[in-house]
């Protein structure tokens, strides 16, 4: 009998000039291939270090163009890689044998200053950014190169000049338009944007970039007889898209905690005991307390020997001003799960709405126990551990 070694064919990509009259016949943008003169030229990255050579590279004008590029790639099963600014420094903006999805045409920011937005197209660079929002005194955390693509950066992270005020690139990243790998044109629902921020590259092609939105109970309403067109849809300049009647002047703060925290929901109240105790520890900034079981409640904690010091803020009828030290009042104290806002109430805040409820319930407790606490020591009858020093 005689033996037959068998071996597995390996499956072959299409050839590079397949794959060109691809994209020939279903392209209808500009493309470069190995055979072009200025291919050299348009496979080059940033990262000197990659000298991959794709097969083609799709230069993209439109969101059209993207989908027709990546449906090819797919279609052919060629690697597909997605070049913005082309900075990434493992390689993303490139690939070996395969489609390179050009956005670098698609570098259009629009404006809007009043409400301070800005929709910013794929292929735009920090330069392209700045350029735009900076003719109207505005500014995002940005890349500290500005050649430096919007798209790569945000979905990586993002460090920047600005990122001790306003926080990551990817922090500010409020809705996102996306080419998913098998060529669907989608709008990111709250649990895909989640993951595109600091998701990294070749997750999807970004195609528009729109600020913060909230929802917000309007202004001297009864909050307990809410109607639902009291909740109001408001971006960060405090329009309305939705609702009826006016936000609160402190809903700057709102968005401000929202910013520092990536909170999903922020709670204010006016308690007796808030408002006594946020003037009463004006002086230290702040009461503190521990050994309390109710401290275990707040995220992350996970001992009652905890100490949990909640910074006071003053109060201040300059909104812009105010929100700015609740801002640095939240970067210098991070572990931080409430603030007082001196002589008015508490501000606190979850993941969602019910672990800001559960926040305020413990908050609550613990300030009428630090303020009975207190008031029964000054009258010499309660010996125990002091609390709110």
């Known amino acids: 009998m005689a033996e037959t070694r068998l071996e597995e064919k390996p499956m072959t990509a299409p050839s590079t000039t397949a794959l060109a009259e691809a994209f020939d016949r279903g392209f209808d943008g500009a493309t470069t291939t190995p055979e072009s003169d200025r291919y050299e030229e348009a496979r080059r990255v940033w990262n000197g270090a990659v000298d991959d050579h794709p097969a083609v590279i799709a230069h993209c004008r439109g969101t059209d163009d993207v989908v027709a590029a990546v449906t090819l790639a797919a279609?052919?099963?060629?690697?597909?890689?997605?070049?913005?600014?082309?900075?990434?420094?493992?390689?993303?903006?490139?690939?070996?044998?395969?489609?390179?999805?050009?956005?670098?045409?698609?570098?259009?920011?629009?404006?809007?200053?009043?409400?301070?937005?800005?929709?910013?197209?794929?292929?735009?660079?920090?330069?392209?950014?700045?350029?735009?929002t900076g003719i109207h005194g505005l500014a995002s955390t940005g890349g500290l190169v500005s050649s430096?693509?919007?798209?790569?950066?945000?979905?990586?992270?993002?460090?920047?000049?600005?990122?001790?005020?306003?926080?990551?690139?990817?922090?500010?990243?409020?809705?996102?338009?996306?080419?998913?790998?098998?060529?669907?044109?989608?709008?990111?629902?709250?649990?895909?944007?989640?993951?595109?921020?600091?998701?990294?590259?070749?997750?999807?092609?970004?195609?528009?970039?729109?600020?913060?939105?909230?929802?917000?109970?309007?202004?001297?309403?009864?909050?307990?007889?809410?109607?639902?067109?009291?909740?109001?849809?408001?971006?960060?300049?405090?329009?309305?898209?939705?609702?009826?009647?006016?936000?609160?002047?402190?809903?700057?703060?709102?968005?401000?905690?929202?910013?520092?925290?990536?909170?999903?929901?922020?709670?204010?109240?006016?308690?007796?005991?808030?408002?006594v105790l946020s003037d009463s520890h004006g002086l230290d900034r702040g009461p503190a307390t521990e050994g309390y079981e109710m401290l275990k409640g707040l995220d992350g904690v996970r001992t009652h020997e905890h100490r949990e010091w909640v910074p006071i803020v003053p109060n201040d009828q300059d909104m812009l001003r105010l929100a700015r030290v609740v801002g640095r009042t939240l970067d210098e104290h991070p572990s931080a799960h409430a603030i007082l806002l001196q002589r008015h109430g508490i501000y606190t805040w979850g993941a969602t709405l019910a672990d800001a409820v559960r926040h305020v319930e413990i908050f609550e407790f613990l300030l009428e126990t630090m303020g009975r606490t207190r008031a029964y020591r000054l009258r010499g009858g309660y010996d125990g551990p002091a609390q709110g020093s």
Request: net charge neutral; proline share 4%; aromatic share 4%.
């Open 148 to 275: 430096t693509g919007v798209a790569g950066l945000t979905l990586g992270g993002g460090i920047g000049w600005l990122q001790r005020r306003y926080g990551l690139a990817c922090d500010n990243l409020r809705s996102a338009q996306l080419v998913t790998a098998d060529g669907r044109l989608i709008d990111a629902d709250e649990a895909l944007l989640w993951g595109l921020r600091g998701g990294g590259g070749n997750f999807s092609v970004v195609t528009s970039h729109v600020p913060r939105r909230l929802a917000i109970t309007a202004s001297s309403v009864d909050k307990g007889a809410l109607e639902p067109t009291q909740i109001l849809d408001i971006d960060e300049t405090c329009a309305v898209h939705g609702g009826s009647g006016n936000p609160s002047a402190e809903t700057l703060l709102h968005f401000e905690i929202v910013r520092r925290r990536a909170a999903g929901a922020v709670l204010h109240t006016h308690s007796v005991w808030s408002t």
């Open 75 to 132: 279609a052919a099963g060629v690697p597909l890689a997605v070049r913005a600014g082309g900075h990434s420094v493992a390689g993303f903006s490139s690939c070996d044998g395969g489609v390179v999805v050009d956005l670098a045409p698609m570098r259009g920011v629009a404006v809007d200053p009043h409400r301070r937005r800005a929709v910013v197209q794929p292929g735009a660079t920090w330069a392209d950014f700045d350029a735009a």
